[in-house]
């Protein structure tokens, strides 16, 4: 058991190291802010006009709309890149078990992905705090971040790692975005069908609107108990895409 | 010729059947959609148009990061008489070039079937020919600018995920602030989808239509202006080497 635990650990804090020393992780993320700067300034000049609270819930509404395609792109190559680093070979001889190398190795990559999307999100945070003169606009983006963003963060990391295995990388990033759009973002008016009106979409509108009473695109009036159900889907989701991952790896190794 | 032909080949060939494959499936993944949409009573023209427009020129650009920007031999192709830049620019025709085949191909058949989605001024009575190669233009503004601002992109930033990501996320700005851009004068130059996502299609004012051609115009200059570029940023090796190991 013990040994384990210093197995993830170690695990973690290598992939942490790895991925948030990645110069692609800093520029994508510094690219971005450039975009998204339009919405920090909307933030910043027209805070007053809603309660603090109101501001924190859409502004983490805001970064979750776009922030997580990074992290979905970026941590698209890191499995493959221990099949083209030779390395999967050298882990299958160390004693340690494969699920936890795994679990250690999405966990850790995942956490450096985001923390340049902390960064950003803190930003706004703190300028809602200094306007508003309000300290409690930390706790409280700390707890929108967790509640609105991160099952979503932890759903599209599932699927980033797990799916170029079997998928070439380009068309996997491609074929995200693509996702992106047309699962969350795309109007059901339009009569394309699509997933973002439902529950499964990692940008959290049912989590915005049924936990915290404020309308987000296109999710309106939902119950708390459809943004728990949310929380509850993206998150299982996850953990599922992990196991399909772990027991397709399992099967691999053991192919001879 | 016969030693082009087998260079030709030979990069087809390292590309991989993954690079010719994935517009086509792109295409026949959104038919088989429009079928759907059919059988749901949505009129596919504007999603067909969407697939010209948005899709297969951010497919391109995703590839075109990943073939051009880095190669695995890259220490060996740097010493050989043939010039990497000349390589490089050898596999951005080639996929440039085939999925451009594609998208006309497919302009054909969408306007052999009526499920066209193209603008043509009000005023004028325009003949099938100038209405058809107008459509061109739709696709052929996006697909330009992609592919150029991929392939400085990716020599700059020395990344094929950033450059991915980079891509993504101008894509998705420029369809999530399309009205802001519609409104803003100085950003129609690099308002990359108006036909789909206004939508601008059938007749439409002469000025909406003067604005929407020039917008055109001035994204195809746009792709076009970046090929030298990234040409030049291809005649730094260090930058090359080091852009092997930054992944």
């Not at chain 1, 221990?82 to 160390?94: G, R, V």
């Not at chain 1, 340049?116 to 983006?141: D, K, R, T, V």
């Not at chain 1, 936990?211 to 296109?218: K, M, R, T, V």
């Not at chain 2, 076009?224 to 940023?233: K, T």
Request: a positive charge; charged letters at 10%; aromatic letters at 14%.
């Amino acid at each position: 058991m013990v040994n384990q635990l210093s197995l993830f650990t170690g695990v973690f804090w290598y992939e942490f190291r790895m991925q948030i020393r990645r110069r692609a992780v800093w520029i994508t993320y510094t690219c971005f802010t450039v975009l998204l700067l339009g919405s920090f300034f909307e933030l910043a000049f027209n805070i007053r006009q809603f309660a603090w609270s109101d501001a924190v819930v859409n502004w983490t509404g805001n970064i979750n709309a776009i922030l997580p395609i990074c992290v979905g792109v970026l941590l698209a190559d890191r499995l493959p890149r221990d099949s083209q680093t030779k390395m999967n070979e050298l882990f299958a001889t160390f004693p340690g078990a494969l699920s936890i190398r795994l679990f250690g190795k999405y966990l850790g990559s995942t956490l450096a992905t985001i923390v340049p999307m902390l960064i950003f999100y803190a930003s706004g945070i703190a300028c809602i705090a200094f306007q508003n003169h309000n300290l409690l606009a930390i706790p409280f983006g700390l707890e929108t971040f967790a509640v609105i963003a991160l099952p979503g963060i932890l759903f599209v990391a599932a699927f980033s790692l797990a799916v170029p295995t079997i998928m070439w990388i380009p068309l996997y990033q491609f074929l995200f975005v693509g996702y992106w759009f047309w699962g969350n973002l795309l109007p059901p008016r339009l009569g394309v069908p699509t997933l973002s009106a439902t529950i499964l979409t990692p940008i959290g509108g049912y989590m915005i609107s049924g936990l915290y009473h404020i309308d987000a695109f296109p999710v309106t009036n939902a119950t708390p108990m459809q943004g728990i159900a949310s929380i509850a889907l993206l998150s299982g989701t996850a953990a599922g895409v992990l196991w399909l991952l772990w027991r397709y790896m399992k099967w691999e190794q053991a192919r001879p | 010729m016969f030693i082009d032909f087998d260079r030709f080949r030979y990069e087809l060939r390292l590309m991989g059947k993954r690079v010719i494959l994935t517009p086509i499936l792109i295409m026949i993944g959104y038919l088989l959609f429009a079928i759907l949409l059919r059988s749901l009573k949505v009129d596919p023209p504007r999603f067909l148009s969407s697939s010209l427009e948005m899709i297969l020129p951010l497919a391109t650009a995703i590839i075109v990061s990943m073939t051009t920007s880095q190669d695995p031999a890259i220490e060996v192709q740097l010493t050989v008489p043939r010039k990497y830049h000349q390589t490089v620019l050898g596999r951005l025709i080639i996929i440039a070039c085939w999925t451009a085949c594609i998208a006309l191909l497919s302009s054909i058949v969408l306007f052999a079937t009526k499920l066209d989605f193209i603008p043509q001024p009000i005023t004028a009575s325009w003949n099938a020919p100038q209405v058809f190669f107008t459509g061109l233009l739709t696709w052929l503004g996006p697909l330009f600018w992609f592919v150029g601002v991929s392939f400085c992109l990716g020599l700059l930033v020395r990344s094929r995920s950033a450059n991915a990501a980079i891509l993504s996320g101008i894509w998705i700005v420029e369809i999530l602030l399309k009205d802001y851009f519609a409104v803003t004068n100085w950003l129609h130059p690099v308002f990359l989808f108006p036909t789909t996502l206004l939508p601008l299609a059938g007749p439409i004012p002469q000025t909406y239509f003067d604005l929407w051609l020039s917008s055109r115009l001035e994204i195809i200059a746009t792709g076009l202006i970046l090929l030298p570029i990234g040409w030049l940023l291809l005649h730094n090796p260090e930058g090359l080497l080091k852009g092997a190991g930054e992944e």
